[in-house]
């Protein structure tokens, strides 16, 4: 394949788009919509338009931050490695305790975005692409093309997964990191095991070099039996990157903590590229305790799978199409454009996902919130799609 500064598009697939875009001008920086000072401004807003976990982080990661802040906040007056309880060292253990692993396979991050970024930053180039989906969660792409490096983005199939067939096709041909996101922001949907491992196998056996980056952010959310973490795949090979963070089930975005797990060669060539000093000490100690606490964790996932499972029952009954959801969100066919539906949903009080083109003519992701916040949510969407709530229930 050979690249141009020109955009190309080509179609694959089911309404799938794959599409190169050399364009090496960053975009204008804009603060996304869902953030303006209007919606923030509304009394309480429901916010179910960033996939975040409503419960917050479990008793016992919060106290562990509550004590780090110290008496009168001394706390963080100092860094992060000032303490045995707050140094990256205490959690990379942590991590590795809970998976497994050695803590010279995890990498941590401000966020998952930082490990998202490093990967790009040291794997993507002008000749060695990017290859990703579309829509797929697209911090990706969006700093490939701020550094300048080529991507290549490939159509969903007609199930709405990632088109694991064009993405290795296009990934052989000298892609220097393939970006999969399982389960997928926004459709919600799962590849098994047995799926992903061929994907991997397939891609590296054409291409030894690339390197495969599949984010696992919604993992802990998934109920299908044949979803499986990529964790101890990437241990083992020099060229997998398993990305979790700590943003969605362990309840804790605002803390902005996750982590990379690969194999040491990896975790040691990624290293020079990873800003470091970026966590926090509040942060890095709710991180620790939470990783560890897995019934926590547990319990979220069956609070989120109900109210995710009350809220799709709603809509099918309703007579609306969704996807079979294995996250903290929920993809489903309104019949409607999306931007009509949240306009309408936000004049109600309720903020709900942005556009993924090329779905948005008639989808919306909706984030699940609590239970008595999906009920509230339900009877403002049956006012927005004129439908009687009642009878959906
Ligand atoms: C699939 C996926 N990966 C990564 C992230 C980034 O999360 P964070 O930087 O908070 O870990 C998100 C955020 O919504 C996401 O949906």
């Known amino acids: ?43 309480r807003p429901l916010l179910l338009h960033n996939n975040e976990n409503p419960a917050g982080p479990g008793e016992r990661a919060l106290a562990a931050a509550r004590s780090t802040l110290g008496e009168g906040g001394v706390g963080v007056g100092r860094y992060a490695m000032s303490s045995p309880e707050t140094n990256e060292a205490g959690l990379r253990r942590a991590i590795a305790d809970r998976f497994g692993v050695a803590p010279g396979n995890v990498i941590l991050g401000l966020g998952s975005t930082q490990v998202l970024r490093t990967a790009v930053q040291a794997y993507t180039s002008s000749t060695k692409p990017l290859v990703t989906a579309t829509p797929t969660y697209e911090e990706c792409t969006q700093y490939a093309e701020l550094i300048g490096s080529a991507f290549t983005e490939i159509g969903l199939n007609d199930k709405m997964q990632l088109d694991l067939d064009e993405m290795a096709a296009a990934a052989r041909e000298g892609a220097g990191l393939v970006f999969l996101n399982n389960p997928n922001n926004p459709t919600a949907t799962i590849h098994g095991e047995d799926a992903v491992m061929g994907f991997i196998d397939d891609v590296l056996t054409a291409s030894p070099d690339t390197t495969i980056l599949v984010d696992e952010a919604y993992h802990d959310y998934a109920t299908d039996p044949n979803h499986r973490s990529q964790i101890p795949t990437a241990v083992k090979n020099p060229r997998v990157l398993a990305a979790r963070t700590f943003s969605k089930a362990h309840g804790m975005a605002g803390f902005r903590v996750g982590f990379g797990i690969a194999h040491e060669d990896m975790v040691q060539e990624l290293m020079p590229w990873h800003s470091r000093m ?32 009350f809220t799709i029952d709603w809509f099918k009954n309703a007579g609306f199409d969704a996807t079979d959801s ?3 969100f929920i993809f489903v066919n309104t019949g409607m454009a999306a931007q009509e539906f949240r306009d309408g949903a936000r004049e109600n009080g309720v903020a709900v996902g942005r556009n993924f083109p090329p779905y948005e003519k008639d989808w919306a992701r909706i ?7 999906m009920r509230q949510a339900v009877e403002v969407f049956a006012k927005v799609l004129r439908i009687n709530a009642t009878a959906a229930a």
Request: aromatic letters at 8%.
């Open 1 to 43: 394949m050979s690249f141009s500064r020109r955009a190309f598009v080509k179609t694959v697939g089911l309404g799938g788009v794959a599409a190169f875009s050399g364009s090496y001008i960053p975009r204008t920086y804009e603060l996304p919509e869902f953030w303006t000072a209007e919606l923030l401004a509304q009394e």
């Open 278 to 309: 970026t966590l926090n000490t509040l942060g890095i100690a709710a991180a620790k305790v939470s990783i560890l606490d897995t019934g926590r964790l547990e319990a979220e996932s069956v609070r989120n799978t109900e109210a995710r499972q």
């Open 326 to 328: 294995q996250t903290n």
């Open 367 to 373: 984030s699940i919130g609590t239970m008595d916040e």
